[in-house]
């Protein structure tokens, strides 16, 4: 496979989770797979680049000299892969807790919102991509991700909004490791109530939950010191399997012995509105992948436009998010719980393979997303350290992220409800990354008409009305809780 490329120096202040490999352990011959065998010019060595994996905050490349090509993530996926990996960015513990939200929002309300939430999301992925398209013409070709579209957008406007274009990527950057972050807080919960479930049934062993989530986090501890995502990517693929088989299970029981549908409420409470809210929009916590996927495709084309892949993608979501959340709260009603699997019952064993599939592949997934903000966190620390002469130790990393995993362990244990964590990260991050933000970078990229500077405004009201309350509705409830 050969592809004309062009070398470029990228700033890594712009683009942090482009990082310098040090795992001195990879053979240089095969330290690339052959998929990823690029051949560049005389200035790039091909065995520079070590990996690429996507995680639900981007794609991430490894490379040895910090240099890299504008279109290393370019050219190498098909249609179908690349739609394969947005489903796999968009279909993770969010879908199994929108019965949940269903049941917060009522069966008919909820099928409308989250197919409305679903479009809107899907258009700012688009307003995202164009933007980038723009911000990488203005500045010859340079590879953005999500927090350097946001830094571009400002740097290359002529007023005041110039100077705050370092503020814009810190405050990206700072949304990305907040949301990864709480994304490992509700694997950690999660894993540890379905795990729970499936002891309790097979030996009477009653222990509460947060011992748990000691448990589990006991054996993360030696797996999140991974460094290396080469290494992390047959754990990724396996989670993948998983994922897959877990869903077929889960569906078979949600078909079985429906109710009527007149028995479930077509709209709830208004107070239970905000938590409803903030639990959609953590299922579509997507949108830092798009950047990195459109770059790596082959066919740039058939990704946007009216049936491009990415309106495919994202229209399966919204289907399959519709699916489990109306038909998991249709077959639960009240009884709802967190997370499907934790309704399924205990006493066949396809419903005991089910929770245990899903408990694995989240436990695999974990490392891949404890990667994102360590890489930011750490990246901040060199520069600080480096600007202020001090030398670093190389234990430095290992600590960091054993403080990182013990924190995410105390904040699950700390809020062991699946459903109000992710109302309370769904509220307060997602409606930035996927509403709020991509309305500003279009209002600050482009000159705008009138009707799209009303539609972003709108979108930024949104978000921001929909933060608001759900961070309060759910910090009370979690209060209320305790």
């Known amino acids: 496979m050969s592809h004309q490329r062009q070398e470029l120096s990228l700033d890594t202040e712009r683009t942090p989770l482009i990082e310098t490999e040090i795992n001195a352990g990879f053979d240089q011959e095969n330290s690339c797979s052959r998929e990823h065998q690029l051949r560049f010019e005389e200035n790039t060595n091909e065995k520079d680049i070590l990996y690429e994996i996507h995680t639900a905050s981007g794609g991430h490349v490894n490379v040895r000299n910090g240099e890299i090509p504008d279109d290393v993530p370019r050219n190498t996926t098909t249609n179908t892969e690349c739609l394969m990996h947005l489903l796999k960015g968009n279909t993770g513990v969010g879908i199994l807790a929108l019965p949940v939200a269903y049941k917060n929002g009522g069966l008919w309300l909820s099928l409308g919102f989250v197919t409305v939430i679903g479009m809107i999301c899907t258009h700012c992925m688009h307003v995202l991509i164009r933007s980038g398209n723009e911000l990488q013409r203005r500045n010859k070709g340079m590879h953005l991700d999500y927090a350097s579209v946001m830094e571009a957008a400002f740097e290359t406007r002529t007023d005041w909004l110039k100077n705050w274009s370092n503020f814009a990527r810190r405050m990206v950057n700072t949304f990305l490791v907040t949301t990864q972050l709480g994304f490992c807080c509700t694997y950690i919960v999660f894993i540890a109530e379905n795990i729970k ?199 430095a990393e290992y600590i960091l992220r054993l403080v990182l995993v013990l924190l995410t362990c105390g904040l699950s244990a700390l809020v062991p409800h699946l459903d109000l964590l992710i109302a309370l990260i769904g509220a307060c991050e997602s409606s930035f990354l996927a509403l709020i933000l991509p309305a500003v970078i279009e209002i600050t990229t482009f000159d705008c008409k009138k009707n799209v500077k009303i539609k972003n405004g709108i979108f930024i009201i949104l978000g921001l009305v929909g933060c608001v309350t759900g961070t309060y509705s759910s910090l009370l409830e979690i209060i209320k809780t305790f």
């Open 197 to 395: 479930q499936v002891i309790e049934y097979s030996a009477p062993v009653l222990l509460d939950t947060k011992l748990y989530i000691v448990m589990v986090t006991a054996l993360l501890i030696p797996y999140s010191m991974v460094r290396s995502l080469k290494i992390l990517a047959p754990f990724s693929a396996i989670a993948n399997l998983l994922n897959l088989a877990g869903f077929v299970l889960i569906m078979v029981n949600l078909w079985q012995n429906i109710p009527d549908i007149r028995t479930r409420k077509s709209i709830a409470e208004v107070q239970n509105l905000p938590l409803f809210f903030g639990q959609v929009l953590f299922a579509f916590e997507g949108i830092g992948l798009v950047l990195p996927l459109y770059k790596k495709m082959k066919d740039q084309d058939a990704f946007l436009g009216k049936v491009g892949v990415l309106n495919l993608g994202l229209t399966l979501v919204i289907v399959l998010d519709n699916a489990v959340g109306f038909y998991g709260y249709l077959k639960y009603g009240e009884d709802t719980r967190g997370s499907i699997t934790l309704n399924l019952p205990n006493d066949q064993w396809y419903n005991l393979c089910a929770k245990l599939f899903f408990a694995v592949s989240v436990f695999l997934s974990y490392a891949v997303q404890f990667y994102v903000p360590v890489e930011i966190i750490w990246h901040y620390t060199k520069k600080r350290s480096k600007s202020r002469q001090i030398s670093i130790p190389f234990y």
